[in-house]
Protein backbone atom coordinates (compact mmCIF):
# COMPACT_ATOMS: atom_id res chain seq x y z
CA UNK A 1 0.00 0.00 0.00
CA UNK A 2 1.41 3.35 -1.03
CA UNK A 3 0.69 5.94 1.23
CA UNK A 4 1.19 9.52 0.31
CA UNK A 5 3.37 11.59 2.74
CA UNK A 6 1.36 14.65 2.74
CA UNK A 7 -1.98 12.67 3.49
CA UNK A 8 0.31 11.52 6.79
CA UNK A 9 1.47 14.38 7.73
CA UNK A 10 -2.13 16.13 7.37
CA UNK A 11 -3.32 13.41 9.12
CA UNK A 12 -1.04 13.85 12.37
CA UNK A 13 -1.14 17.85 12.32
CA UNK A 14 -5.05 16.35 12.37
CA UNK A 15 -4.22 13.91 15.64
CA UNK A 16 -2.46 17.05 17.69
CA UNK A 17 -5.21 19.29 17.15
CA UNK A 18 -7.80 16.45 17.92
CA UNK A 19 -5.68 15.59 20.93
CA UNK A 20 -5.34 18.95 22.65
CA UNK A 21 -9.05 18.88 22.35
CA UNK A 22 -9.45 15.83 24.07
CA UNK A 23 -6.87 16.87 26.75
CA UNK A 24 -9.45 19.45 27.30
CA UNK A 25 -12.57 17.40 27.21
CA UNK A 26 -11.08 14.76 29.70
CA UNK A 27 -9.96 17.97 32.00
CA UNK A 28 -12.82 18.38 33.93
CA UNK A 29 -12.67 14.07 34.79
CA UNK A 30 -9.57 13.99 35.57
CA UNK A 31 -9.73 17.28 38.10
CA UNK A 32 -12.90 15.57 39.80
CA UNK A 33 -11.27 12.03 40.03
CA UNK A 34 -7.64 13.43 41.25
CA UNK A 35 -9.23 15.68 43.71
CA UNK A 36 -12.66 14.10 45.09
CA UNK A 37 -12.15 10.50 44.18
CA UNK A 38 -15.01 10.39 42.61
CA UNK A 39 -15.85 8.11 39.29
CA UNK A 40 -18.33 9.79 37.58
CA UNK A 41 -19.27 8.03 34.64
CA UNK A 42 -21.27 10.88 32.96
CA UNK A 43 -18.96 12.92 32.77
CA UNK A 44 -19.12 12.23 28.63
CA UNK A 45 -22.69 13.37 28.88
CA UNK A 46 -22.24 17.04 30.01
CA UNK A 47 -20.05 17.21 27.12
CA UNK A 48 -23.25 16.42 25.17
CA UNK A 49 -25.55 18.58 27.05
CA UNK A 50 -22.85 21.25 26.38
CA UNK A 51 -23.26 20.89 22.78
CA UNK A 52 -27.15 21.25 23.15
CA UNK A 53 -26.48 24.45 24.71
CA UNK A 54 -24.05 25.72 22.61
CA UNK A 55 -26.71 25.11 19.94
CA UNK A 56 -29.61 26.92 21.76
CA UNK A 57 -27.24 30.30 22.99
CA UNK A 58 -25.88 29.90 19.36
CA UNK A 59 -29.37 29.94 17.53
CA UNK A 60 -31.20 32.34 19.29
CA UNK A 61 -28.51 35.12 20.08
CA UNK A 62 -26.96 34.67 16.43
CA UNK A 63 -23.35 34.57 17.62
CA UNK A 64 -20.56 32.29 16.45
CA UNK A 65 -20.50 28.69 19.03
CA UNK A 66 -17.32 30.15 20.87
CA UNK A 67 -18.79 33.25 22.19
CA UNK A 68 -21.48 31.32 23.84
CA UNK A 69 -19.38 30.00 26.55
CA UNK A 70 -20.13 33.33 28.22
CA UNK A 71 -23.36 32.20 28.62
CA UNK A 72 -22.99 28.28 29.12
CA UNK A 73 -20.37 28.28 31.28
CA UNK A 74 -21.68 30.59 33.94
CA UNK A 75 -24.79 27.65 33.90
CA UNK A 76 -22.68 24.76 34.01
CA UNK A 77 -20.44 25.87 36.80
CA UNK A 78 -24.21 26.12 38.91
CA UNK A 79 -25.15 23.18 37.41
CA UNK A 80 -22.16 21.25 38.40
CA UNK A 81 -22.89 22.59 42.29
CA UNK A 82 -26.15 21.90 41.95
CA UNK A 83 -25.90 18.39 41.16
CA UNK A 84 -22.76 17.93 43.17
CA UNK A 85 -24.86 19.18 46.46
CA UNK A 86 -28.20 16.50 44.84
CA UNK A 87 -26.21 13.64 43.91
CA UNK A 88 -22.85 13.39 44.64
CA UNK A 89 -22.31 14.50 48.09
CA UNK A 90 -24.38 11.78 49.13
CA UNK A 91 -22.48 9.45 47.14
CA UNK A 92 -18.72 10.72 48.60
CA UNK A 93 -16.87 7.80 49.85
CA UNK A 94 -19.37 5.33 49.37
CA UNK A 95 -17.77 1.78 47.23
CA UNK A 96 -17.08 1.92 43.69
CA UNK A 97 -20.00 0.17 42.32
CA UNK A 98 -22.41 2.61 44.04
CA UNK A 99 -20.78 5.73 42.82
CA UNK A 100 -20.54 4.04 39.30
CA UNK A 101 -24.31 3.31 39.48
CA UNK A 102 -25.56 6.75 40.53
CA UNK A 103 -23.31 8.45 37.70
CA UNK A 104 -24.67 5.63 35.25
CA UNK A 105 -28.24 6.74 36.21
CA UNK A 106 -27.24 10.48 35.71
CA UNK A 107 -25.44 9.74 32.64
CA UNK A 108 -29.04 7.88 31.08
CA UNK A 109 -31.16 11.11 32.63
CA UNK A 110 -28.66 13.56 30.61
CA UNK A 111 -28.63 11.56 27.88
CA UNK A 112 -32.53 10.51 27.30
CA UNK A 113 -34.00 14.01 28.42
CA UNK A 114 -31.91 15.39 25.24
CA UNK A 115 -33.40 12.98 23.40
CA UNK A 116 -36.87 12.95 24.24
CA UNK A 117 -36.11 16.73 23.96
CA UNK A 118 -34.22 16.92 20.55
CA UNK A 119 -35.09 13.58 19.05
CA UNK A 120 -32.09 11.31 17.40
CA UNK A 121 -31.54 14.39 14.86
CA UNK A 122 -27.81 16.17 15.36
CA UNK A 123 -28.50 19.57 15.46
CA UNK A 124 -25.43 21.93 14.23
CA UNK A 125 -25.06 25.83 15.07
CA UNK A 126 -26.33 28.27 12.05
CA UNK A 127 -23.21 29.97 11.51
CA UNK A 128 -18.97 29.67 12.54
CA UNK A 129 -16.66 32.10 11.14
CA UNK A 130 -13.95 29.39 11.75
CA UNK A 131 -15.39 27.03 8.79
CA UNK A 132 -12.52 28.19 6.16
CA UNK A 133 -10.40 25.31 5.53
CA UNK A 134 -6.33 26.50 5.39
CA UNK A 135 -4.30 25.15 2.47
CA UNK A 136 -0.64 24.83 2.80
CA UNK A 137 1.50 23.13 -0.10
CA UNK A 138 -0.76 19.88 -0.53
CA UNK A 139 -1.69 19.77 3.05
CA UNK A 140 -5.24 20.99 4.13
CA UNK A 141 -6.50 21.80 7.89
CA UNK A 142 -9.86 23.21 9.06
CA UNK A 143 -9.23 26.43 10.82
CA UNK A 144 -11.47 25.80 13.19
CA UNK A 145 -9.71 22.38 14.24
CA UNK A 146 -6.42 24.85 14.42
CA UNK A 147 -8.73 27.55 16.91
CA UNK A 148 -9.91 24.83 18.99
CA UNK A 149 -6.47 23.09 19.34
CA UNK A 150 -5.05 26.47 20.24
CA UNK A 151 -7.55 27.65 22.66
CA UNK A 152 -7.47 23.59 24.64
CA UNK A 153 -3.96 24.17 24.83
CA UNK A 154 -4.18 27.75 26.00
CA UNK A 155 -6.88 26.56 28.86
CA UNK A 156 -4.76 23.42 29.12
CA UNK A 157 -2.05 25.62 30.43
CA UNK A 158 -3.65 28.08 32.54
CA UNK A 159 -5.34 25.43 34.45
CA UNK A 160 -2.21 24.24 34.97
CA UNK A 161 -0.71 27.66 36.59
CA UNK A 162 -4.15 27.54 38.25
CA UNK A 163 -3.60 24.59 39.93
CA UNK A 164 0.51 25.20 40.97
CA UNK A 165 0.80 28.49 41.13
CA UNK A 166 -2.24 29.97 43.06
CA UNK A 167 -3.62 29.33 46.87
CA UNK A 168 -6.10 28.26 45.67
CA UNK A 169 -4.62 25.57 43.36
CA UNK A 170 -2.41 24.60 46.45
CA UNK A 171 -5.83 24.44 48.42
CA UNK A 172 -6.96 21.67 45.90
CA UNK A 173 -3.95 19.83 45.63
CA UNK A 174 -3.92 19.66 49.27
CA UNK A 175 -7.30 18.22 49.67
CA UNK A 176 -6.77 15.53 46.67
CA UNK A 177 -3.67 14.42 48.37
CA UNK A 178 -4.42 14.00 52.06
CA UNK A 179 -8.48 15.09 53.02
CA UNK A 180 -8.23 14.88 56.77
CA UNK A 181 -4.54 16.55 56.85
CA UNK A 182 -6.09 19.30 54.32
CA UNK A 183 -9.37 19.49 57.05
CA UNK A 184 -7.29 20.02 59.83
CA UNK A 185 -4.75 22.97 57.83
CA UNK A 186 -8.34 24.44 58.01
CA UNK A 187 -9.61 24.28 54.46
CA UNK A 188 -13.11 23.95 53.97
CA UNK A 189 -13.61 20.34 52.47
CA UNK A 190 -17.05 20.97 51.45
CA UNK A 191 -16.46 24.43 49.64
CA UNK A 192 -13.13 22.63 47.69
CA UNK A 193 -15.32 19.66 46.63
CA UNK A 194 -18.55 21.85 45.40
CA UNK A 195 -16.10 24.32 43.66
CA UNK A 196 -13.69 21.38 41.89
CA UNK A 197 -17.14 19.69 40.14
CA UNK A 198 -18.81 22.94 39.31
CA UNK A 199 -15.15 23.65 37.64
CA UNK A 200 -14.75 20.23 36.23
CA UNK A 201 -18.78 20.40 34.67
CA UNK A 202 -17.44 24.24 33.31
CA UNK A 203 -14.94 23.01 31.33
CA UNK A 204 -17.19 20.60 30.00
CA UNK A 205 -19.40 23.43 28.14
CA UNK A 206 -15.98 25.10 26.88
CA UNK A 207 -14.87 22.14 25.22
CA UNK A 208 -18.66 21.62 23.70
CA UNK A 209 -18.40 25.43 22.36
CA UNK A 210 -15.28 24.20 20.71
CA UNK A 211 -16.07 21.32 19.65
CA UNK A 212 -19.83 22.57 17.96
CA UNK A 213 -17.70 24.71 16.00
CA UNK A 214 -16.79 21.43 13.17
CA UNK A 215 -19.57 19.20 14.41
CA UNK A 216 -22.74 19.15 15.35
CA UNK A 217 -24.88 17.87 18.91
CA UNK A 218 -26.37 14.55 18.99
CA UNK A 219 -27.75 12.68 21.87
CA UNK A 220 -25.59 9.64 21.61
CA UNK A 221 -22.20 11.55 21.40
CA UNK A 222 -21.60 10.82 25.21
CA UNK A 223 -20.39 7.52 25.35
CA UNK A 224 -17.71 8.05 23.05
CA UNK A 225 -16.61 11.23 24.95
CA UNK A 226 -16.98 9.80 28.29
CA UNK A 227 -15.20 6.60 27.47
CA UNK A 228 -12.38 9.25 25.54
CA UNK A 229 -12.04 10.95 28.60
CA UNK A 230 -11.72 7.97 30.87
CA UNK A 231 -9.19 6.56 28.71
CA UNK A 232 -7.28 9.40 29.10
CA UNK A 233 -7.22 9.92 32.50
CA UNK A 234 -6.48 5.96 33.07
CA UNK A 235 -3.42 6.83 30.63
CA UNK A 236 -2.25 10.11 32.36
CA UNK A 237 -2.63 8.47 35.84
CA UNK A 238 -3.18 11.15 38.35
CA UNK A 239 -0.22 13.24 36.94
CA UNK A 240 -1.94 16.48 36.70
CA UNK A 241 -2.69 17.97 34.03
CA UNK A 242 0.69 17.61 32.26
CA UNK A 243 -0.25 13.64 31.81
CA UNK A 244 -4.08 14.76 30.65
CA UNK A 245 -2.17 16.87 27.41
CA UNK A 246 0.33 14.12 26.85
CA UNK A 247 -2.46 11.25 26.63
CA UNK A 248 -4.75 13.20 24.83
CA UNK A 249 -2.01 13.50 22.14
CA UNK A 250 -1.17 9.95 22.29
CA UNK A 251 -4.55 9.03 21.76
CA UNK A 252 -5.41 12.07 19.23
CA UNK A 253 -2.24 11.15 16.95
CA UNK A 254 -3.38 6.89 16.96
CA UNK A 255 -6.69 7.83 16.21
CA UNK A 256 -5.84 10.17 13.14
CA UNK A 257 -3.67 7.69 11.86
CA UNK A 258 -5.56 4.94 11.74
CA UNK A 259 -8.69 6.56 10.66
CA UNK A 260 -6.40 7.66 7.60
CA UNK A 261 -4.44 4.58 7.20
CA UNK A 262 -7.19 1.89 8.28
CA UNK A 263 -10.75 2.90 8.30
CA UNK A 264 -12.49 5.80 9.06
CA UNK A 265 -15.45 3.93 10.52
CA UNK A 266 -13.30 2.04 13.11
CA UNK A 267 -12.55 5.10 15.12
CA UNK A 268 -13.50 3.83 18.07
CA UNK A 269 -11.83 1.08 17.46
CA UNK A 270 -8.52 2.31 17.60
CA UNK A 271 -9.08 4.30 20.91
CA UNK A 272 -10.36 1.36 23.00
CA UNK A 273 -7.66 -1.18 21.76
CA UNK A 274 -5.22 1.38 23.15
CA UNK A 275 -6.77 1.78 26.04
CA UNK A 276 -7.00 -1.74 26.82
CA UNK A 277 -3.57 -2.89 25.73
CA UNK A 278 -2.49 0.23 27.87
CA UNK A 279 -4.14 -0.24 31.04
CA UNK A 280 -3.23 -3.89 30.82
CA UNK A 281 0.37 -2.64 30.12
CA UNK A 282 0.49 -0.46 33.23
CA UNK A 283 1.81 -1.85 36.27
CA UNK A 284 -0.97 -2.15 38.93
CA UNK A 285 0.06 0.59 41.71
CA UNK A 286 -0.53 3.57 38.99
CA UNK A 287 -4.16 2.40 38.50
CA UNK A 288 -4.99 1.54 42.46
CA UNK A 289 -6.81 3.82 43.97
CA UNK A 290 -5.89 5.11 47.65
CA UNK B 1 -11.54 -30.51 44.75
CA UNK B 2 -15.31 -30.34 43.51
CA UNK B 3 -16.52 -26.68 43.02
CA UNK B 4 -20.02 -26.68 42.14
CA UNK B 5 -21.67 -30.21 43.56
CA UNK B 6 -25.37 -30.64 41.95
CA UNK B 7 -27.12 -32.16 44.97
CA UNK B 8 -30.56 -33.11 45.10
CA UNK B 9 -32.50 -29.59 45.41
CA UNK B 10 -34.48 -29.28 48.58
CA UNK B 11 -38.52 -29.31 47.76
CA UNK B 12 -39.42 -25.61 48.06
CA UNK B 13 -36.58 -24.56 45.76
CA UNK B 14 -37.71 -27.26 43.16
CA UNK B 15 -41.46 -25.88 43.93
CA UNK B 16 -40.03 -22.24 43.41
CA UNK B 17 -38.62 -23.06 40.14
CA UNK B 18 -42.00 -25.43 38.83
CA UNK B 19 -43.77 -22.06 40.34
CA UNK B 20 -41.83 -19.96 37.80
CA UNK B 21 -42.11 -22.08 35.05
CA UNK B 22 -45.69 -22.62 35.09
CA UNK B 23 -46.43 -19.23 35.21
CA UNK B 24 -44.07 -18.18 32.19
CA UNK B 25 -45.65 -21.81 30.19
CA UNK B 26 -48.92 -19.97 30.86
CA UNK B 27 -48.40 -16.43 29.92
CA UNK B 28 -48.93 -16.97 26.18
CA UNK B 29 -52.45 -18.44 27.02
CA UNK B 30 -53.00 -15.30 28.54
CA UNK B 31 -51.59 -13.04 25.84
CA UNK B 32 -54.03 -14.90 23.47
CA UNK B 33 -51.04 -16.43 21.33
CA UNK B 34 -50.99 -12.59 20.02
CA UNK B 35 -47.37 -12.54 17.69
CA UNK B 36 -46.58 -8.97 19.13
CA UNK B 37 -47.29 -9.72 22.36
CA UNK B 38 -45.13 -13.31 22.80
CA UNK B 39 -42.34 -11.65 20.99
CA UNK B 40 -42.48 -9.11 23.77
CA UNK B 41 -42.86 -11.44 26.22
CA UNK B 42 -39.85 -13.52 24.41
CA UNK B 43 -37.87 -10.02 24.83
CA UNK B 44 -38.60 -9.48 28.67
CA UNK B 45 -37.26 -13.77 29.19
CA UNK B 46 -34.41 -12.90 27.23
CA UNK B 47 -33.38 -9.63 29.10
CA UNK B 48 -33.97 -11.72 32.20
CA UNK B 49 -31.80 -14.12 31.68
CA UNK B 50 -28.88 -11.80 30.76
CA UNK B 51 -29.49 -10.32 33.88
CA UNK B 52 -29.59 -13.21 35.72
CA UNK B 53 -26.57 -14.54 33.80
CA UNK B 54 -24.82 -11.10 34.68
CA UNK B 55 -25.54 -11.83 38.31
CA UNK B 56 -22.98 -14.55 38.43
CA UNK B 57 -20.57 -11.94 37.47
CA UNK B 58 -22.04 -8.87 38.59
CA UNK B 59 -23.82 -10.19 41.58
CA UNK B 60 -21.58 -12.86 43.12
CA UNK B 61 -18.05 -11.91 41.99
CA UNK B 62 -19.01 -8.03 42.79
CA UNK B 63 -17.57 -7.24 39.01
CA UNK B 64 -19.63 -4.62 37.29
CA UNK B 65 -19.04 -6.15 33.84
CA UNK B 66 -20.47 -4.23 30.81
CA UNK B 67 -19.50 -6.47 28.23
CA UNK B 68 -23.17 -8.90 28.17
CA UNK B 69 -24.00 -8.10 24.67
CA UNK B 70 -20.56 -8.95 23.73
CA UNK B 71 -20.66 -12.35 24.80
CA UNK B 72 -24.41 -12.44 23.52
CA UNK B 73 -23.54 -10.66 20.08
CA UNK B 74 -20.25 -13.11 19.47
CA UNK B 75 -22.60 -16.61 20.00
CA UNK B 76 -25.52 -14.74 18.57
CA UNK B 77 -23.15 -14.16 15.28
CA UNK B 78 -21.87 -17.55 15.05
CA UNK B 79 -24.40 -19.39 15.38
CA UNK B 80 -26.71 -17.21 12.87
CA UNK B 81 -23.37 -17.01 10.42
CA UNK B 82 -23.44 -20.51 10.46
CA UNK B 83 -26.79 -20.76 9.98
CA UNK B 84 -27.22 -18.04 7.64
CA UNK B 85 -23.72 -18.67 5.21
CA UNK B 86 -23.75 -22.71 5.59
CA UNK B 87 -26.68 -24.06 6.48
CA UNK B 88 -25.63 -25.21 9.97
CA UNK B 89 -28.24 -26.52 12.67
CA UNK B 90 -28.08 -23.75 15.42
CA UNK B 91 -27.70 -27.12 17.33
CA UNK B 92 -24.18 -26.83 16.43
CA UNK B 93 -23.83 -22.82 16.35
CA UNK B 94 -25.59 -22.63 19.77
CA UNK B 95 -22.96 -24.34 21.73
CA UNK B 96 -19.69 -23.43 19.43
CA UNK B 97 -21.19 -19.79 20.30
CA UNK B 98 -21.01 -20.38 23.62
CA UNK B 99 -17.57 -22.08 23.53
CA UNK B 100 -16.50 -18.81 21.41
CA UNK B 101 -17.61 -16.26 23.95
CA UNK B 102 -15.94 -18.59 26.81
CA UNK B 103 -13.02 -17.73 24.90
CA UNK B 104 -12.99 -14.17 24.39
CA UNK B 105 -14.02 -14.00 28.47
CA UNK B 106 -10.54 -16.19 28.85
CA UNK B 107 -9.09 -13.91 26.46
CA UNK B 108 -10.37 -10.98 28.01
CA UNK B 109 -10.98 -11.85 31.27
CA UNK B 110 -7.12 -13.73 32.24
CA UNK B 111 -4.82 -10.79 31.96
CA UNK B 112 -7.46 -8.48 33.39
CA UNK B 113 -7.75 -10.34 36.13
CA UNK B 114 -3.78 -10.85 36.39
CA UNK B 115 -3.08 -7.56 36.43
CA UNK B 116 -5.59 -6.62 39.08
CA UNK B 117 -7.88 -4.56 37.27
CA UNK B 118 -11.23 -3.96 38.89
CA UNK B 119 -14.17 -1.59 39.98
CA UNK B 120 -14.11 1.34 37.60
CA UNK B 121 -11.22 0.35 35.35
CA UNK B 122 -13.01 -3.18 34.86
CA UNK B 123 -15.96 -1.51 34.18
CA UNK B 124 -14.30 0.98 31.65
CA UNK B 125 -12.56 -2.24 30.23
CA UNK B 126 -15.71 -3.83 29.57
CA UNK B 127 -17.58 -1.18 28.32
CA UNK B 128 -15.05 -0.70 25.71
CA UNK B 129 -14.66 -4.38 24.62
CA UNK B 130 -18.69 -4.15 23.25
CA UNK B 131 -17.45 -1.19 20.88
CA UNK B 132 -14.15 -2.87 19.71
CA UNK B 133 -15.82 -6.39 18.81
CA UNK B 134 -18.65 -4.43 17.30
CA UNK B 135 -15.81 -2.31 15.44
CA UNK B 136 -14.11 -5.48 14.07
CA UNK B 137 -17.54 -7.34 13.01
CA UNK B 138 -18.16 -3.78 11.50
CA UNK B 139 -15.20 -3.74 9.24
CA UNK B 140 -15.56 -7.98 8.34
CA UNK B 141 -19.60 -7.71 7.71
CA UNK B 142 -20.18 -3.78 6.98
CA UNK B 143 -23.48 -2.19 7.76
CA UNK B 144 -25.31 -4.48 6.09
CA UNK B 145 -27.91 -6.92 7.76
CA UNK B 146 -27.69 -10.14 7.33
CA UNK B 147 -30.91 -12.44 6.94
CA UNK B 148 -31.54 -16.00 8.28
CA UNK B 149 -32.98 -18.19 5.81
CA UNK B 150 -37.26 -18.30 6.78
CA UNK B 151 -38.87 -21.45 7.40
CA UNK B 152 -42.36 -21.77 8.14
CA UNK B 153 -41.60 -24.27 10.95
CA UNK B 154 -37.94 -26.25 11.33
CA UNK B 155 -37.32 -27.56 14.44
CA UNK B 156 -33.51 -28.41 12.99
CA UNK B 157 -32.94 -24.41 11.43
CA UNK B 158 -35.03 -22.92 15.07
CA UNK B 159 -36.39 -20.71 12.22
CA UNK B 160 -40.64 -20.88 12.80
CA UNK B 161 -43.20 -18.45 11.07
CA UNK B 162 -44.10 -17.63 14.56
CA UNK B 163 -42.71 -16.79 18.31
CA UNK B 164 -44.00 -19.46 20.68
CA UNK B 165 -41.32 -22.38 19.86
CA UNK B 166 -38.65 -19.62 20.58
CA UNK B 167 -40.38 -18.13 23.71
CA UNK B 168 -40.66 -21.67 25.22
CA UNK B 169 -37.19 -22.32 24.88
CA UNK B 170 -36.18 -18.70 26.11
CA UNK B 171 -38.90 -19.86 29.26
CA UNK B 172 -36.48 -23.28 29.59
CA UNK B 173 -33.34 -21.58 29.48
CA UNK B 174 -34.12 -18.96 32.21
CA UNK B 175 -35.43 -22.01 34.40
CA UNK B 176 -32.01 -23.40 33.75
CA UNK B 177 -29.97 -20.29 34.35
CA UNK B 178 -32.05 -19.99 37.57
CA UNK B 179 -31.42 -23.33 39.16
CA UNK B 180 -27.49 -22.84 38.07
CA UNK B 181 -27.80 -19.32 39.84
CA UNK B 182 -29.38 -21.50 43.03
CA UNK B 183 -27.10 -24.34 42.61
CA UNK B 184 -23.74 -21.61 42.77
CA UNK B 185 -24.81 -19.74 45.34
CA UNK B 186 -24.90 -22.67 48.02
CA UNK B 187 -22.07 -24.43 46.29
CA UNK B 188 -18.00 -23.90 47.48
CA UNK B 189 -17.88 -21.32 44.31
CA UNK B 190 -20.44 -19.01 45.86
CA UNK B 191 -19.13 -18.59 48.68
CA UNK B 192 -15.60 -18.13 47.22
CA UNK B 193 -17.09 -15.57 45.21
CA UNK B 194 -18.79 -13.66 47.95
CA UNK B 195 -15.67 -13.63 50.12
CA UNK B 196 -13.95 -11.79 46.86
CA UNK B 197 -17.02 -9.54 46.64
CA UNK B 198 -16.82 -8.46 49.97
CA UNK B 199 -13.16 -7.96 50.43
CA UNK B 200 -10.86 -9.04 47.80
CA UNK B 201 -7.53 -8.74 49.87
CA UNK B 202 -9.13 -10.51 53.05
CA UNK B 203 -10.25 -13.41 50.48
CA UNK B 204 -6.84 -13.89 49.18
CA UNK B 205 -5.48 -13.59 52.65
CA UNK B 206 -8.05 -16.71 53.67
CA UNK B 207 -6.40 -18.69 50.99
CA UNK B 208 -9.07 -18.06 47.64
CA UNK B 209 -7.50 -17.90 44.60
CA UNK B 210 -9.60 -14.62 43.48
CA UNK B 211 -8.17 -14.19 39.88
CA UNK B 212 -9.38 -18.11 39.00
CA UNK B 213 -12.76 -17.93 40.52
CA UNK B 214 -13.20 -14.77 39.17
CA UNK B 215 -12.36 -16.19 35.64
CA UNK B 216 -14.83 -19.15 35.88
CA UNK B 217 -17.88 -16.59 36.99
CA UNK B 218 -16.75 -15.01 33.71
CA UNK B 219 -16.83 -17.67 32.04
CA UNK B 220 -20.03 -19.33 33.52
CA UNK B 221 -21.61 -15.54 32.22
CA UNK B 222 -20.40 -15.43 28.90
CA UNK B 223 -21.05 -19.59 27.88
CA UNK B 224 -24.84 -18.83 29.05
CA UNK B 225 -25.16 -15.74 27.07
CA UNK B 226 -23.04 -17.30 24.13
CA UNK B 227 -25.18 -20.06 24.22
CA UNK B 228 -28.47 -17.81 24.23
CA UNK B 229 -27.03 -15.43 21.52
CA UNK B 230 -28.37 -18.47 19.02
CA UNK B 231 -32.03 -17.79 20.01
CA UNK B 232 -32.19 -14.58 20.02
CA UNK B 233 -30.78 -13.92 16.44
CA UNK B 234 -33.28 -16.45 15.52
CA UNK B 235 -35.71 -14.34 17.27
CA UNK B 236 -34.80 -11.17 15.43
CA UNK B 237 -34.05 -13.21 12.34
CA UNK B 238 -30.73 -11.04 11.37
CA UNK B 239 -27.32 -10.79 11.92
CA UNK B 240 -25.85 -6.91 12.65
CA UNK B 241 -23.35 -5.39 14.32
CA UNK B 242 -26.12 -3.55 16.22
CA UNK B 243 -26.02 -6.79 18.09
CA UNK B 244 -23.20 -5.33 19.74
CA UNK B 245 -24.94 -2.46 21.40
CA UNK B 246 -22.97 -1.34 24.61
CA UNK B 247 -26.40 0.47 25.49
CA UNK B 248 -28.26 -2.66 26.80
CA UNK B 249 -25.09 -3.83 27.99
CA UNK B 250 -25.28 -1.03 30.60
CA UNK B 251 -28.98 -1.82 30.74
CA UNK B 252 -28.41 -5.12 32.04
CA UNK B 253 -26.07 -4.17 34.65
CA UNK B 254 -28.76 -1.29 35.65
CA UNK B 255 -30.78 -4.26 36.35
CA UNK B 256 -28.69 -6.42 38.30
CA UNK B 257 -28.02 -3.43 40.34
CA UNK B 258 -31.42 -2.38 40.89
CA UNK B 259 -32.73 -5.88 41.11
CA UNK B 260 -29.95 -6.31 43.83
CA UNK B 261 -26.60 -7.52 44.23
CA UNK B 262 -26.78 -11.47 44.29
CA UNK B 263 -30.48 -11.59 45.15
CA UNK B 264 -32.36 -13.98 42.22
CA UNK B 265 -35.72 -13.04 42.63
CA UNK B 266 -34.84 -9.31 43.05
CA UNK B 267 -32.72 -10.24 39.44
CA UNK B 268 -35.55 -11.63 38.37
CA UNK B 269 -38.38 -9.21 39.49
CA UNK B 270 -36.14 -6.04 38.23
CA UNK B 271 -36.03 -7.46 35.00
CA UNK B 272 -39.75 -8.88 33.82
CA UNK B 273 -40.71 -5.25 35.79
CA UNK B 274 -38.62 -3.14 33.99
CA UNK B 275 -38.17 -4.23 30.89
CA UNK B 276 -42.21 -5.03 30.82
CA UNK B 277 -42.30 -0.86 32.08
CA UNK B 278 -39.98 -0.60 28.83
CA UNK B 279 -42.13 -2.13 26.38
CA UNK B 280 -45.13 -0.40 27.70
CA UNK B 281 -44.30 2.87 27.11
CA UNK B 282 -42.15 2.35 23.69
CA UNK B 283 -45.53 0.72 22.78
CA UNK B 284 -47.47 3.93 24.08
CA UNK B 285 -44.90 6.96 24.51
CA UNK B 286 -42.24 5.64 22.34
CA UNK B 287 -43.19 8.06 19.40
CA UNK B 288 -43.51 11.24 21.09
CA UNK B 289 -40.79 10.53 23.96
CA UNK B 290 -38.05 8.28 22.82
CA UNK B 291 -35.48 6.74 25.46
CA UNK B 292 -38.16 7.56 28.12
CA UNK B 293 -37.61 4.67 30.00
CA UNK B 294 -34.63 5.06 30.22
CA UNK B 295 -34.88 8.15 31.72
CA UNK B 296 -36.85 6.17 34.52
CA UNK B 297 -33.98 3.56 34.47
CA UNK B 298 -31.27 6.81 35.35
CA UNK B 299 -34.17 8.36 37.83
CA UNK B 300 -34.96 5.31 39.46
CA UNK B 301 -30.83 4.01 39.95
CA UNK B 302 -29.92 7.54 40.97
CA UNK B 303 -32.61 7.34 43.82
CA UNK B 304 -31.93 3.90 44.80
CA UNK B 305 -28.34 4.56 45.06
CA UNK B 306 -28.43 8.05 46.79
CA UNK B 307 -31.08 7.29 49.26
CA UNK B 308 -29.78 3.64 50.17
CA UNK B 309 -26.62 3.63 49.91
CA UNK B 310 -25.28 1.03 51.54
CA UNK B 311 -26.39 -1.13 49.05
CA UNK B 312 -28.61 -0.92 46.14
CA UNK B 313 -29.57 -4.44 46.97
CA UNK B 314 -30.86 -3.58 50.23
CA UNK B 315 -34.13 -1.60 49.44
CA UNK B 316 -35.79 -4.56 47.08
CA UNK B 317 -34.25 -7.07 50.10
CA UNK B 318 -36.08 -5.11 53.11
CA UNK B 319 -38.90 -4.25 50.58
CA UNK B 320 -39.23 -8.14 49.93
CA UNK B 321 -38.45 -9.24 53.43
CA UNK B 322 -41.61 -7.31 54.30
CA UNK B 323 -43.86 -9.37 52.22
CA UNK B 324 -42.53 -12.59 52.29
CA UNK B 325 -40.81 -14.32 53.99
CA UNK B 326 -38.27 -16.77 52.30
CA UNK B 327 -36.69 -16.47 48.62
CA UNK B 328 -34.87 -18.36 46.53
CA UNK B 329 -31.41 -19.89 47.52
Do not use: C
Request: hydrophobic share 55%; net charge positive.
Amino acid sequence: MVVEPALVVESLINGVLNGLLYALVALGLALIFGVMDIINFAHGDFVMLGTYFTYIVATALLVDPTLTVFITVPLFFLLGIAIYRAVIQPILGSEPLIQIAVTVGLLMILRNTALAIFHAEPRGVPFTVFNIPLHIGPITIVLSRVVAGVISLALLFTMHLLLTRTTWGITVRATADDREAAQLMGINIRKVYAVTFGLGIALTAIAASLIMTFSRADPYVGLLYGLLSWVIVAMGGLGGVIGVLYSGLILGIIESLGMTLISAGARELFLYLTFLIIIWLRPRGLFARR
Amino acid sequence: MVLVRVKALDRKTITQLLVVLIIFSLLPFVLGFNTYYIYLAAQVVLTAIMALAWNIIGGYAGQLDLAATAYLGIGGAISGLLLAFYKITPWIGMPLGALAAIGLAVMVGYPTFRFGIKEVWYALLTASLVVIIQRIFWLIYGSTEIYLPYFEWSWYYLRFGRYEPLYYMLVVMLVFVLWLNIVIKRSKLGYYLAAIREDELAAEALGIDVRRYKLYALMIYAGILGFVGGIYVSLTSIVTYRMFNPWLAIVIAVIGLVGGLGSITGVLTAAVILRSIEEYLRGTLGATIPGLYLLIYGLLIVLVGVLKPEGLGGLIESIRRRFRGGSYG
